[in-house]
């Protein structure tokens, strides 16, 4: 199992461009993550899904969509990148019955 | 969502144990405490959780305060390879909490060798 996978790994874009941060999961979870982290701080949720088809926001939704059309995926987009949005971004999944969310390992995103 | 109080950093020596305190004396009843790490440059990882009783798994053991106002976390033999921010984490059952976890600065765990 591959767990958690995001791409890409690192990112540079200019102020005002739009990308779709990727993640992937192959363990059937149901809930899905997003976060981010800014230096020194712990991570903030960004948005969250419970399937496919359900998406809810979390602290810091703004300036970013999600969509949930398969269990497998949850795609981020940030629709008009800004400076603000610098940070490493952290998608994460668990089952109904688990315990404990899975992580990927980040992508690490700035904007110019 | 309850708030749980860490310290920023600690430092611990290679192979003692080391006991994370975490105190969360706004705790609902149906509130589990859960540790997660974070090592450098990677994701959090989940540790452990519980809800009264204490618990122990390979990575570690949770203990409970009978009023359930605080936790430590435990870490039998520090080794290199748990020098980590640790994340202690309430996490609720009903609706939205169930399905957020809200992460604080966490504890700087530094093992010395």
């Known amino acids: 199992n591959a767990g958690v996978t995001q791409t890409p790994k690192f990112q540079v874009l200019k102020t005002g461009q739009s990308m779709t941060l990727q993640c992937a999961q192959d363990m059937n979870h149901e809930y899905m993550s997003w976060y981010r982290q800014d230096p020194g701080m712990g991570l903030r949720l960004i948005h969250y899904s419970v399937g496919a088809g359900i998406t809810d926001q979390g602290e810091v939704p703004n300036g970013y969509n999600v969509s949930r059309s398969t269990t497998e995926d949850f795609p981020l987009r940030l629709l008009s990148a800004a400076p603000s949005q610098t940070s490493v971004y952290f998608c994460?999944?668990?089952?109904?019955?688990?315990?404990?969310?899975?992580f990927g390992s980040g992508t690490r995103l700035t904007v110019v | 969502d309850a708030k749980t109080t860490q310290p920023n950093s600690m430092e611990s020596n290679e192979e003692e144990p080391v006991h994370l305190p975490c105190n969360h004396s706004?705790?609902?009843?149906?509130?589990?405490i859960h540790w997660y790490r974070q090592l450098p440059s990677q994701g959090p990882e989940y540790v452990i959780h519980g809800l009264t009783s204490n618990v122990n798994n390979r990575m570690a053991s949770l203990a409970i305060a009978e009023d359930r106002k605080s936790s430590t976390l435990i870490l039998h033999r520090a080794t290199l390879r748990d020098a980590a921010v640790y994340y202690c984490i309430l996490r609720g059952l009903s609706g939205g909490s169930n399905y957020k976890l809200t992460f604080g600065k966490g504890t700087l765990l530094t093992v010395n060798p």
């Open positions: 706004t705790i609902s009843g149906t509130d589990y």
């Open positions: 994460a999944s668990r089952n109904t019955g688990g315990y404990g969310y899975t």
